[in-house]
């Protein structure tokens, strides 16, 4: 019985992983419990001298700092820019000293990162490039997967993401070798029943995660464009509106639809995000502060780190508004909340 039991974790985790390659169009993926650890075992995974830096964005979760200090390693906050709120390209080169190792930049919203100048950056600098690609599942760009740009991409599979395992995640890479280390990092280091080889953590995807993978990615196509309706409504109702700011569709890029983030201006709307946040939470209607604080005003890194020196991100976490954006979200109820926003 304990056999067949085994041989069945395996097969959902295997086939899981088999499903998401074919779909994503890469060749190398590990599944893990979640994004988190999947990201700090990717780090790890590099082997980097204690000590050295990565540069990355402030206007993240938490956890693609803590994933690069959890690994004895430096964050380098650079500024975002005011267009899709990924790192701002133009001021990577201007961080770099002969202590850094690789940048970590973040694709946010579903919103994809400049790619192609940041490898040209890597590339000059001889820097290994970790993608925090947990927004941005199954979105394209210029024909290729997201999750094909840089030496790692993490996704996540938390239950708020367009695809989720209820909770895990994956590192998708593009060098065969790494699979072996991956695969003993996230399982305490062993390698055989009577071998351990590394020093590991317990990262492994369970088949209650995997079960749930398979079964939600026979509905991803069309979740997403259930989505994109969503999307378009909210679009056509908050265009065009003084002191409103949303983000456009970038080019070239096949977008997942995973958040519908609002920045507001209280001098030409009239209203702070706040206050707007407050209106819609008397209605029942619950939207996030999404990513505040900043990274670099958190308790912990705040004596370190000030967000003086990344304005614009600052600017946008003081004043953007992530509004209700899942698939079976009603037109009825799009506008419904678009109302309650414009009410003056």
Known sequence: MMNIVKKLNLFLKVK???????YLGVSNMSLFCNGHLALMIAIRAMNFPKGSEII?????FSSTTH???DNGLIPVFCDINDVDYTIDVDKIESLITDRTVAILPVHVYGHICDVEKIDKI???????VIYDAAHVFGVQYKGKSIASYGDISMFSFHATKVFNTIEGGALVYNNDSLKDVLEKLKNFGINGPEKVELVGINAKMNEFQAAMGICNLRHIDREIEKRSKVYKRYVKRLSNISGITISKEQKGVVPNYAYFPIVFDKKKF???RDEVMD???????YTRKY???????????KDKYSSKDTPIAKYISDNVLTIPMYADLSLDDVDRICDIILRK
Do not use: Q
């Not at 990355?56 to 993240?60: G, R, V």
């Not at 890597?122 to 290994?128: G, Q, R």
């Open 16 to 22: 899981l992983e088999s499903d998401l390659k074919d």
């Open 56 to 60: 990355t964005t402030p206007f993240s």
């Open 67 to 69: 994933a690069i200090v």
């Open 122 to 128: 890597a590339k000059k600098h001889h820097l290994k």
């Open 270 to 272: 009239g209203k702070t």
């Open 279 to 285: 209106e819609l939470r008397k209605e029942n209607i």
């Open 291 to 301: 990513f505040y604080p900043l990274i670099n005003d958190y308790d912990c890194y």
